[in-house]
């Protein structure tokens, strides 16, 4: 069983910036397409972005430009999901995946307020 564990979430203010990691307990992020999305209570978990191989793509419309998905060049088991200029209507629960093995993260919460 391939366990996903998302950090670095916490609470900011708005046009601030976060790092969240998705850090898994095998080599699977280096090599099969993954995932972020997010999720407020209530409602549909939304895609934030894929990352495959080197690529991210498929970034959600309200966060082009301002979030980027990227690998940790010196952890094969870690990618990153970069968050700038955060608004409130990014709070959310942030969750990693990677699909084709179907292991989600339990998620790491965000929170934009002043």
């Known amino acids: 069983q391939v366990q996903l564990v998302e950090s670095g979430g916490g609470s900011v203010q708005p046009g601030g910036s976060l790092r969240l990691s998705c850090t898994s307990s095998?080599?699977?992020?280096?090599?099969?397409?993954m995932g972020w999305y997010r999720q407020n209570p209530g409602k549909q978990r939304e895609l934030v972005g894929f990352?495959?191989?080197?690529?991210?793509?498929?970034y959600a419309d309200s966060v082009k430009g301002r979030f980027s998905i990227f690998r940790d060049v010196a952890d094969i088991n870690k990618v990153f999901l970069e968050m700038n200029n955060l608004k409130p209507e990014d709070t959310a629960r942030y969750y990693c995946?990677?699909?084709?093995?179907?292991?989600w993260g339990q998620g790491t919460q965000v929170t934009v307020s002043s």
């Open positions: 995946t990677v699909p084709v093995v179907g292991s």
């Open positions: 095998k080599n699977i992020l280096s090599i099969y397409t």
């Open positions: 990352l495959s191989g080197t690529e991210a793509y498929n």
